[in-house]
């Protein structure tokens, strides 16, 4: 017989969706949220990965097979021809790999050398201009060779071959017959490009590294691969030979593994994304759930069985959960389609992922519809476990002081344990020079104390709203009575007003971390750049101990050079160790002001004051303020360490001195080194400071003096890699601050039903609609202020913790402009969440007091 309990309680949810659907829209739109936030990052970190291997894999999609030469007969162009003539065999393309010196101008210039057919579906590259050598003597050239030589199709350039004595060179005159473009690898390093045959003549080299084989239709039986494993191997005895498909799994797993810190990272993001999503969707939607107790009491009242009220709310929540997350699973799949088309109209180069992640994409629906269901067993169990009168009064009565003070209780103990392990963490963290650190299994741990951290801050959000609104309401009160009355409702109930204002703080916490960890690390990044390539040009002693006096004047009187500066360096003796002592004013390296000082300053190097590098300060213990003592050619030199350097000195100083105090320790006058800009930006600034470095050099008594052109393309590129990733994981926890502002607008909405005969009696007593419109709206802000301020108090620390496993050495910055952008932006943002809910409430009629009272 039908249960007529079942058909009443199902009923009367129909019927509240039906009266009610903004309840179900906020809860489902929070879920689907959620999901979204999940299922995004999950596109977020195949992106990244796709991107990563892209970038480094080396074998086209066409290879079937490839072949490397093992312990017996190398590879030449005889033994291809035996494997073209194997049945089922496509094409043949041999490999092979060198670099040369480049002549004709004083400034030492390498080229790569890459074979490669440059037509067909086995070419790594692709002609941009020109034509590709079909002849000897000729080179094509990839766009970086191209802009850092001044190159174009009818170019010539000279390369420097040893002879077989390996004493000598020789100078080989090739022409530039095209520009192309790479589409296996980054194109970041200066490459020339030709056929094996005519590459091999100007290496020297009749053997290939390896031969890539494109073969027929896997439907002919003369292109099975077993058959045609064998044929290769009886064509070139010992050789070894793998399909295609298992190589560039190799390369993917090894672009991996090279990237393994950066993805470790996105690991991590993922992992808070998840904790986020969950928290974030689980809060609105038991702050949905929970203002329905009391139709819920109701239910019970006449006679709905607990067991039959609990079912239809999880059936409910599964149902709201399920649609909710296979729509934000489609909308994050269908956005993470876009970013790469988006981001390369930008100049930003990222990879598709190839398909659906159907497993994450499972999981994440299912964890929805599950997530939904558990946040709505606590208010039904909550009315299900009690008789109906009691129930009723719970709706009102709030907090209970027996669980105010458990859940304080469980507060301390989530701060105490998060505090435990931060300082665990702090205890171990890495020296300059520690090789063994496991950063990953840190960075977890590091993520657990922030857990811990921001559930004690739930468990503790009421007790720590008050004192943290008395703080930031100071001005609200003067303002008026709509200030003043904002800050009483926010205040009055810090129950409701913590439960959304911990969900704004995660977003904010996240948004500032990142933020603040890229701002580290950036700076950092700048530094190392300025310790690896301080300047374009750098000429340094070939055979002779210093360079010539006059060189540095020289160089600096053509205006194709800029910020020429010489310098000296000596060795010294630190305890028992060599050193080197530099007279390098660190305020000329290219872009000084990122050579930021760990302690003391690099503002002025007084006489007798000395900065010290990462690696000797740690070995010393020294900070600024100490001492040292040098030793230069048997004398004691006594220095007080005016700073000491986050990392490595630049040019390999370990102790920079004044000029005064190293010609007072002995060192000769003349500079051991010279370095210099070019006063322009751009290739073509670059290649005039050349030609005038070049003039310089060649004049009459220059002695040895050589000179090295730094290339930062790649550090550059490295830079703008760090910038893209961060900046979709900035996109991607930005969606919880979305989460968070969609929550402000449901409690909004909720109380602004649950509150009409306050705000009806607000309107009795003369406050006009458009004060009560204010007041709405500054409650909405001010959840956006706390959660701001919460969320930065956790963000901090933990950033500064983060950025000191990650890289021991990068200074902390904090980019307080963006911080303070972040904030206001979301002081706004969640006013604004509040407009509609304001806009009710200011329509409420003062007769709805009198109603209630009733």
């Given at each position: 017989?039908?249960?007529?309990?079942?058909?009443?309680?199902?009923?009367?949810?129909?019927?509240?969706?039906?009266?009610?659907?903004?309840?179900?829209?906020?809860?489902?739109?929070?879920?689907?949220?959620?999901?979204?936030?999940?299922?995004?990052?999950?596109?977020?970190?195949?992106?990244?990965?796709?991107?990563?291997?892209?970038?480094?894999?080396?074998?086209?999609?066409?290879?079937?097979?490839?072949?490397?030469?093992?312990?017996?007969?190398?590879?030449?162009?005889?033994?291809?021809?035996?494997?073209?003539?194997?049945?089922?065999?496509?094409?043949?393309?041999?490999?092979?790999?060198?670099?040369?010196?480049?002549?004709?101008?004083?400034?030492?210039?390498?080229?790569?050398?890459?074979?490669?057919?440059?037509?067909?579906?086995?070419?790594?590259?692709?002609?941009?201009?020109?034509?590709?050598?079909?002849?000897?003597?000729?080179?094509?050239?990839?766009?970086?060779?191209?802009?850092?030589?001044?190159?174009?199709?009818?170019?010539?350039?000279?390369?420097?071959?040893?002879?077989?004595?390996?004493?000598?060179?020789?100078?080989?005159?090739?022409?530039?017959?095209?520009?192309?473009?790479?589409?296996?690898?980054?194109?970041?390093?200066?490459?020339?490009?030709?056929?094996?045959?005519?590459?091999?003549?100007?290496?020297?080299?009749?053997?290939?590294?390896?031969?890539?084989?494109?073969?027929?239709?896997?439907?002919?039986?003369?292109?099975?691969?077993?058959?045609?494993?064998?044929?290769?191997?009886?064509?070139?005895?010992?050789?070894?030979?793998?399909?295609?498909?298992?190589?560039?799994?190799?390369?993917?797993?090894?672009?991996?593994?090279?990237?393994?810190?950066?993805?470790?990272?996105?690991?991590?993001?993922?992992?808070?994304?998840?904790?986020?999503?969950?928290?974030?969707?689980?809060?609105?939607?038991?702050?949905?759930?929970?203002?329905?107790?009391?139709?819920?009491?109701?239910?019970?009242?006449?006679?709905?069985?607990?067991?039959?009220?609990?079912?239809?709310?999880?059936?409910?929540?599964?149902?709201?959960?399920?649609?909710?997350?296979?729509?934000?699973?489609?909308?994050?799949?269908?956005?993470?389609?876009?970013?790469?088309?988006?981001?390369?109209?930008?100049?930003?180069?990222?990879?598709?992922?190839?398909?659906?992640?159907?497993?994450?994409?499972?999981?994440?629906?299912?964890?929805?519809?599950?997530?939904?269901?558990?946040?709505?067993?606590?208010?039904?169990?909550?009315?299900?476990?009690?008789?109906?009168?009691?129930?009723?009064?719970?709706?009102?009565?709030?907090?209970?002081?027996?669980?105010?003070?458990?859940?304080?209780?469980?507060?301390?103990?989530?701060?105490?344990?998060?505090?435990?392990?931060?300082?665990?963490?702090?205890?171990?963290?890495?020296?300059?020079?520690?090789?063994?650190?496991?950063?990953?299994?840190?960075?977890?741990?590091?993520?657990?104390?922030?857990?811990?951290?921001?559930?004690?801050?739930?468990?503790?959000?009421p007790r720590l709203v008050r004192p943290v609104l008395s703080a930031v309401a100071v001005p609200l009160r003067r303002t008026g009575a709509a200030g003043r009355l904002a800050v009483a409702g926010v205040g009055g109930a810090p129950g409701r007003a913590a439960?959304?204002?911990?969900?704004?703080?995660?977003?904010?916490?996240?948004?500032?971390?990142?933020?603040?960890?890229?701002?580290?690390?950036?700076?950092?990044?700048?530094?190392?750049?300025?310790?690896?390539?301080?300047?374009?040009?750098?000429?340094?002693?070939?055979?002779?101990?210093?360079?010539?006096?006059?060189?540095?004047?020289?160089?600096?009187?053509?205006?194709?050079?800029?910020?020429?500066?010489?310098?000296?360096?000596?060795?010294?003796?630190?305890?028992?160790?060599?050193?080197?002592?530099?007279?390098?004013?660190?305020?000329?390296?290219?872009?000084?002001?990122?050579?930021?000082?760990?302690?003391?300053?690099?503002?002025?190097?007084?006489?007798?004051?000395?900065?010290?590098?990462?690696?000797?300060?740690?070995?010393?213990?020294?900070?600024?303020?100490?001492?040292?003592?040098?030793?230069?050619?048997?004398?004691?030199?006594?220095?007080?360490?005016?700073?000491?350097?986050?990392?490595?000195?630049?040019?390999?100083?370990?102790?920079?001195?004044?000029?005064?105090?190293?010609?007072?320790?002995?060192?000769?006058?003349?500079?051991?080194?010279?370095?210099?800009?070019?006063?322009?930006?751009?290739?073509?600034?670059?290649?005039?400071?050349?030609?005038?470095?070049?003039?310089?050099?060649?004049?009459?008594?220059?002695?040895?003096?050589?000179?090295?052109?730094?290339?930062?393309?790649?550090?550059?590129?490295?830079?703008?890699?760090?910038?893209?990733?961060?900046?979709?994981?900035?996109?991607?926890?930005?969606?919880?601050?979305?989460?968070?502002?969609?929550?402000?607008?449901?409690?909004?909405?909720?109380?602004?039903?649950?509150?009409?005969?306050?705000?009806?009696?607000?309107?009795?007593?003369?406050?006009?609609?458009?004060?009560?419109?204010?007041?709405?709206?500054?409650?909405?802000?001010?959840?956006?202020?706390?959660?701001?301020?919460?969320?930065?108090?956790?963000?901090?620390?933990?950033?500064?913790?983060?950025?000191?496993?990650?890289?021991?050495?990068?200074?902390?910055?904090?980019?307080?402009?963006?911080?303070?952008?972040?904030?206001?932006?979301?002081?706004?943002?969640?006013?604004?969440?509040?407009?509609?809910?304001?806009?009710?409430?200011?329509?409420?009629?003062?007769?709805?007091?009198?109603?209630?009272?009733?």
């Open positions: 017989m039908r249960n007529p309990w079942r058909a009443t309680v199902l009923g009367s949810q129909v019927a509240e969706l039906l009266r009610r659907p903004g309840r179900f829209a906020a809860t489902g739109l929070s879920l689907l949220i959620a999901a979204f936030v999940v299922f995004g990052t999950v596109m977020a970190q195949q992106i990244i990965t796709a991107t990563v291997v892209e970038k480094f894999r080396g074998t086209p999609e066409a290879v079937s097979l490839v072949v490397e030469p093992g312990d017996g007969e190398a590879i030449g162009e005889d033994r291809l021809r035996e494997i073209r003539g194997i049945p089922g065999v496509t094409e043949v393309v041999g490999r092979l790999d060198g670099g040369s010196p480049l002549g004709g101008s004083a400034v030492e210039r390498y080229l790569d050398l890459s074979a490669d057919p440059g037509t067909g579906a086995l070419a790594h590259v692709r002609l941009l201009d020109g034509t590709y050598p079909s002849g000897p003597g000729r080179l094509a050239v990839n766009t970086q060779a191209a802009r850092d030589y001044d190159l174009a199709p009818g170019s010539s350039l000279t390369l420097l071959r040893p002879e077989p004595d390996g004493e000598t060179t020789r100078r080989v005159t090739v022409e530039v017959s095209g520009i192309v473009r790479s589409t296996a690898t980054n194109d970041a390093a200066p490459t020339g490009y030709a056929p094996g045959p005519y590459l091999g003549d100007l290496l020297g080299a009749s053997d290939y590294s390896r031969v890539d084989i494109r073969t027929g239709p896997a439907s002919s039986g003369s292109a099975d691969p077993a058959w045609l494993t064998e044929r290769i191997r009886q064509a070139v005895p010992g050789a070894r030979v793998r399909s295609g498909d298992e190589v560039r799994a190799e390369e993917a797993r090894e672009a991996v593994t090279a990237a393994k810190d950066t993805l470790d990272l996105v690991t991590v993001f993922l992992a808070v994304a998840v904790g986020a999503a969950v928290l974030v969707a689980t809060s609105t939607f038991r702050i949905v759930f929970a203002r329905r107790v009391r139709q819920l009491a109701l239910l019970r009242a006449i006679g709905a069985t607990p067991r039959r009220l609990a079912a239809a709310l999880v059936v409910e929540g599964a149902v709201v959960g399920l649609l909710a997350g296979a729509a934000g699973v489609l909308a994050a799949w269908g956005c993470g389609r876009l970013v790469p088309a988006v981001a390369g109209r930008f100049g930003h180069d990222l990879s598709v992922p190839s398909g659906l992640p159907a497993a994450e994409a499972v999981l994440t629906v299912l964890g929805t519809g599950l997530l939904a269901v558990l946040a709505v067993l606590a208010p039904s169990l909550t009315a299900s476990r009690v008789s109906p009168l009691q129930a009723l009064r719970s709706a009102a009565s709030g907090e209970g002081p027996a669980r105010g003070v458990g859940r304080a209780l469980l507060g301390l103990l989530c701060a105490v344990g998060a505090a435990l392990l931060a300082r665990q963490q702090y205890a171990g963290l890495p020296q300059p020079g520690d090789t063994d650190y496991d950063r990953f299994a840190a960075l977890i741990a590091v993520v657990l104390s922030g857990g811990l951290a921001f559930l004690a801050l739930i468990a503790l959000g439960s959304v204002s911990v969900v704004v703080a995660l977003g904010v916490c996240l948004v500032g971390s990142t933020l603040t960890c890229l701002a580290s690390l950036n700076t950092y990044e700048r530094y190392r750049q300025a310790v690896e390539a301080p300047a374009d040009f750098q000429l340094y002693t070939r055979d002779s101990e210093t360079l010539d006096r006059s060189l540095a004047a020289d160089l600096a009187a053509h205006p194709e050079l800029a910020d020429v500066t010489a310098f000296r360096t000596a060795e010294a003796i630190e305890i028992t160790r060599s050193v080197t002592v530099s007279d390098l004013d660190l305020g000329t390296v290219r872009s000084g002001v990122s050579l930021a000082a760990r302690t003391g300053s690099l503002d002025h190097l007084e006489p007798a004051h000395v900065v010290v590098a990462a690696g000797p300060a740690h070995r010393l213990g020294v900070r600024a303020g100490d001492r040292v003592t040098l030793t230069f050619e048997g004398r004691p030199v006594r220095l007080t360490v005016a700073a000491t350097l986050p990392g490595a000195g630049p040019y390999g100083g370990d102790f920079f001195v004044s000029a005064a105090d190293l010609t007072r320790m002995g060192a000769d006058a003349a500079p051991t080194m010279v370095t210099a800009n070019a006063s322009e930006d751009g290739a073509q600034g670059r290649i005039g400071a050349q030609r005038a470095i070049t003039d310089t050099l060649t004049g009459p008594q220059r002695g040895d003096g050589r000179v090295i052109a730094e290339d930062s393309a790649g550090q550059a590129d490295a830079s703008d890699d760090l910038r893209t990733m961060a900046t979709t994981v900035i996109m991607v926890l930005g969606l919880t601050v979305l989460v968070a502002v969609a929550g402000v607008a449901t409690t909004a909405s909720l109380t602004v039903v649950e509150r009409g005969r306050e705000f009806g009696l607000l309107r009795a007593l003369g406050l006009g609609g458009a004060a009560v419109h204010r007041m709405v709206t500054i409650e909405c802000a001010l959840y956006g202020v706390l959660g701001g301020i919460l969320g930065l108090a956790l963000a901090l620390p933990y950033s500064w913790l983060v950025v000191r496993v990650v890289q021991t050495d990068a200074p902390f910055s904090v980019p307080a402009g963006q911080l303070a952008a972040v904030l206001a932006a979301l002081v706004l943002v969640t006013a604004a969440a509040g407009m509609v809910p304001a806009l009710r409430a200011s329509r409420t009629s003062p007769m709805v007091a009198v109603a209630q009272a009733e």
